[in-house]
């Protein structure tokens, strides 16, 4: 995960509690379902996933044309391809020309390279990060800004002019992280040092832009704390799927809020802000409004890693399990919020058997638990209950007596189903 | 040379078996003249130091329940459970040690000291089982040379006495556990293929069954409790287990049921009784599926069902087999003693492999041509923190470095590296069980391997775990940079690090058995 500067955060935090004001817009109202359930077509699904998963070459968008003073250095960006173990990379292709002042002939030097990003200004430049350690400014204010060092070699004259352009390094585009995804205005920062100190001999620096595909750094951390507060509305829509809020649950979900959305530093201002958004979104619940779990989970889609998802599955399977049992309501919320969040359907059925044993469950879905699916054969149904029952025989001696319990219970389900599923297939 | 013996140690019933002078294996009858033990014990009323074992135990449970103690075997290994008579808490290891105890003194009165003897437990016990079965013949005063599985004693009795060859699945369903064990057999060289086995399907939850339609019928008529007390469901027990042996003889079996609420005449027919078991009995076909699914055999690649296991009597069990392989089952050998005849001979090539200088040559000469290559019954792992592909963050997972039915002996290693910079040890962990996730695999031992100081991250730690034919697991842990290496020991016999609490408990279980006048 990219470091971003503490300053950055203060200032966002502040946009937290308007993006909840936002989300309590959000009343599912029956026509806005409608059309969001309409909306759940194969492309739209393709459309969402390629918005995260896209990790296209950047476009070129102009080539640097830097006005040439020789009396100075100068510096230029160019698109390249590099070749790389059978690979081909996009590259930035730096080149210089122009004066090179040094203390003596034959000087040893090194090159550096750092890049800012500009798109909204030199005042409100930030710096491009390495996605490499060995490209991270370590000694520097900003550990994880991205810094080229290169040894250059010896310039053999106190004063050495380059007349021509001359490559002097290339820089893969996928070693940087930009602050925000789309154009972007880049000034490349050359210096000359003398490779015993940094005195700086020699600088340079040109501007380029570029179209970055990818979500920036700063996109990286929005999205992080926009899906904390869709993961909150949702762990609320899942306690009341069965249009009751229990005391545990809320409890639940407010520790989880304050853990995830308040940093260590925050302040007690802060704390009442969530905690008043928080009271606001249960009064919200408890007056039996809904959200449109579907699009939330759409946008989770589009801003969250799967990693991200996973917890926020995580966090709802807890908040199902507090009240020590699970209504069908919640069981099919949770089930259509996997796949929603475009989930795994075994890890799912993994996460539920850790979280939600069976003997939680009011109702009991056999084939969700067991994951038998409508396209199994009985003679596939049968093999896969036999592995089922393999696994769960395994963990009846288990140390732990709830684990052991758990597996009696799946057994016995396994058994009945088997004998529901697979009558005619018995083994010839 | 002291008396080689093979102990059946099952959860209704318990046998011993010598190995004679020619290296064949007898049962010896205890001193009511019975060739089988009721794995049963029954506290004295006025002196809690003289333990009835056997027959008298059942017919005593009837007077007093709260001072009988049966299916044992079904405790086996759990820390929680004890049986509290006066003031002592009896565990199942000293209360298994009784049973034992009490086979022990029978036999010796004929046949002198019974000292080396090697225990049959189920084929799917685990090491903690395993280990309290071996605890338990230890304190009863044997010198337990092995621990052998249920089925492969079965076979190898089965397979020293008949004319076999070909894959064998052997289908043990005894009192109070299932296994079912494929095996390759060609004359007298035995190969174990796999093992799948359930701690909780036998004829006492057959007998549960009856006894559920039992109470149901009496409530229909009269609308009362059939069963008031402890001594009443004892005795109803017993009918139970009556009625299931008449049904495997006949249609139907008739009891008199004298209730608190009047007395009642009942006939339960066979189908009453196969409807009631029926969902037992699936549970057995699954795990009959799962050993032929894990060996990759397909029912006809079976050439013989060896029955074992007094349980294989019903004769749904023989059907409900006839049915998924195309054959009858085989009952050639007693089915409640092959496997007490069958430990016997597996004690003999243990001593022929550990001790052959000091086996007599007759029964040296009568075991020379068994081969048995049995196989792990577990996986066998460590505990990592890989990096999920998926996630890309780091998880805790048990890593399986020896898999479930490897043929032994067998070694694997597995190279797993540190995760920091001057990590100065690293937690090992032996795991059993199948599976990545770390809750529902059993953590043997754990320890602290220590390493080299000021070291950068990703230092590689080789694990090595290899396993014996006589069970017991060695598991090196190396430091490759700097040759340290930590061993361990796992064997059955051994107790590694015991604990002060472990010596106090082993002493205070030694003192109660050996304290307790076994009759």
């Known amino acids: ?428 | 040379m002291a008396n080689i013996v093979g102990i059946d140690l099952g959860t209704t019933f318990s046998a011993l078996s010598i190995l004679n002078a020619i290296g064949k294996p007898e049962i010896i009858p205890n001193a009511d003249g019975e060739r089988l033990t009721p794995s049963a014990i029954f506290f004295d009323e006025e002196n809690s130091d003289i333990v009835r074992a056997g027959i008298e135990a059942i017919n005593s449970r009837h007077l007093n329940a709260q001072r009988s103690v049966r299916w044992i075997k079904r405790h086996m290994g759990d820390p929680n459970y004890r049986r509290k008579i006066d003031s002592k808490d009896w565990t199942p290891v000293e209360l298994s040690a009784l049973i034992l105890k009490k086979l022990k003194q029978d036999s010796s009165v004929e046949h002198g000291d019974i000292c080396d003897a090697v225990i049959s437990v189920p084929a799917h016990f685990d090491e903690v089982r395993r280990k309290a079965t071996m605890e338990a013949g230890t304190i009863a005063g044997l010198n337990v040379i092995g621990i052998v599985n249920e089925p492969v004693a079965a076979a190898l009795y089965y397979a020293t006495t008949r004319q076999v060859s070909g894959k064998v699945l052997v289908y043990d369903l005894g009192g109070g556990t299932f296994d079912v064990t494929i095996m390759e057999v060609n004359g007298h060289d035995m190969k174990i293929i796999c093992s799948q086995g359930d701690h909780a399907l036998g004829g006492i939850d057959f007998d549960q069954k009856i006894l559920e339609i039992l109470e149901q019928m009496y409530k229909e008529k009269f609308k009362a409790e059939l069963i008031g007390s402890d001594e009443d469901r004892a005795k109803y027990e017993d009918e139970a287990e009556d009625i299931k042996r008449t049904l495997s003889r006949r249609d139907v079996a008739k009891k008199m049921l004298y209730g608190p609420a009047g007395n009642m005449r009942v006939e339960i027919t066979r189908e009453m009784f196969e409807k009631a078991i029926s969902p037992l009995m699936d549970r057995a076909d699954i795990l009959v599926e799962v050993a032929l699914g894990e060996a990759g055999i397909e029912p006809a690649g079976i050439d013989k069902v060896l029955l074992v296991g007094g349980s294989t009597r019903i004769p749904l069990v023989q059907q409900r087999l006839e049915k998924v392989f195309g054959k009858t089952p085989q009952t050639a050998v007693n089915v409640d003693e092959c496997v007490a005849l069958g430990a016997a001979l597996h004690a003999g090539l243990t001593m022929l492999r550990e001790k052959p200088d000091i086996m007599p040559a007759g029964i040296s000469s009568g075991l020379m041509d068994i081969n048995l290559t049995d196989v792990c019954n577990h996986s066998y792992g460590t505990i990592c923190a890989p990096i999920d592909k998926e996630t890309g963050r780091r998880v805790i997972q048990n890593r399986i470095i020896l898999n479930k039915n490897t043929p032994l002996p067998c070694e694997a290693s597995q190279t797993f590296y540190t995760l920091k910079e001057g990590q100065a040890e690293v937690e090992v962990t032996i795991t059993q069980g199948e599976g990545s996730d770390v809750e529902f695999v059993n953590n043997i031992s754990t320890y602290k391997f220590e390493l080299p100081p000021d070291r950068p991250a990703e230092c590689p730690i080789k694990v090595t775990y290899s396993y014996d034919v006589n069970q017991r697991m060695h598991c090196k842990f190396e430091d490759v940079e700097s040759g340290r290496v930590l061993e361990i020991d796992l064997g059955l016999d051994q107790d590694g690090k015991m604990s002060e609490s472990d010596i106090k408990e082993k002493k205070q279980q030694l003192s109660a058995v050996g304290r307790s006048k076994v009759e």
């Open chain 1, 1 to 428: 995960m990219p470091v971003i500067s503490p300053g950055f955060i203060g200032r966002f935090r502040l946009r937290v509690l308007d993006y909840w004001t936002k989300l309590l817009e959000m009343v599912d109202h029956t026509v806005f379902r409608d059309l969001a359930n309409q909306l759940r077509m194969p492309e739209k699904f393709g459309k969402v996933k390629s918005r995260f998963l896209h990790q296209a070459q950047p476009d070129r968008v102009q080539e640097s044309s830097p006005p040439i003073d020789m009396g100075v250095l100068n510096c230029r960006v160019q698109w390249t391809k590099l070749e790389e173990d059978n690979n081909v990379f996009d590259a930035f292709s730096l080149e210089i020309c122009g004066l090179i002042h040094a203390p003596n002939d034959m000087c040893e030097t090194t090159l550096q390279i750092s890049i800012l990003d500009v798109t909204d200004g030199a005042p409100d430049a930030k710096v491009v990060q390495s996605r490499l350690p060995q490209w991270s400014s370590q000694d520097g204010p900003d550990p994880s800004a991205f810094c080229y060092r290169a040894r250059l070699g010896k310039l053999p004259h106190q004063v050495t002019t380059l007349s021509d352009w001359t490559s002097i390094a290339q820089i893969r585009f996928d070693w940087l992280l930009f602050p925000r995804k789309g154009k972007r205005q880049l000034q490349f920062n050359t210096s000359i040092l003398p490779a015993d100190s940094n005195q700086e001999l020699a600088h340079a620096k040109c501007e380029f832009d570029c179209e970055n595909p990818a979500f920036g750094y700063m996109n990286l951390q929005e999205n992080i704390e926009r899906t904390n507060i869709l993961a909150v509305a949702l762990a609320f829509a899942v306690s009341a799927a069965d249009n009751k809020l229990y005391d545990c649950e809320v409890e639940l979900i407010k520790n989880w809020a304050r853990d995830n959305i308040l940093e260590n530093s925050a302040s007690d201002k802060d704390e009442l802000k969530l905690d008043k958004a928080l009271e606001k979104t249960i009064v919200f619940f408890r007056g039996g409004n809904k959200l449109d779990t579907y699009n939330i989970c759409d946008e989770i889609v589009g801003i969250a890693p799967v990693a991200q998802r996973y917890d926020i599955l995580e966090l709802c399977l807890y908040v199902a399990q507090s009240k020590g049992s699970v209504t069908a309501e919640e069981l099919t919320f949770l089930k259509n919020m996997a796949e929603w969040l475009e989930v795994d359907t075994n890890r799912f059925r993994i996460m539920m058997e850790k979280v939600l044993p069976v003997d939680m469950h009011e109702v009991r879905d056999v084939e969700a638990i067991l994951g038998i699916t409508s396209d199994m054969s009985k003679e596939r149904v049968r093999k896969h209950l036999n592995k089922e029952y393999g696994k769960w025989n395994s963990r009846v001696t288990n140390a732990d007596p709830n684990i052991q319990t758990q597996a009696d219970q799946m057994l016995n389900l396994i058994a009945e189903a088997r004998s529901q599923y697979t009558a005619e297939a018995i083994v010839s």
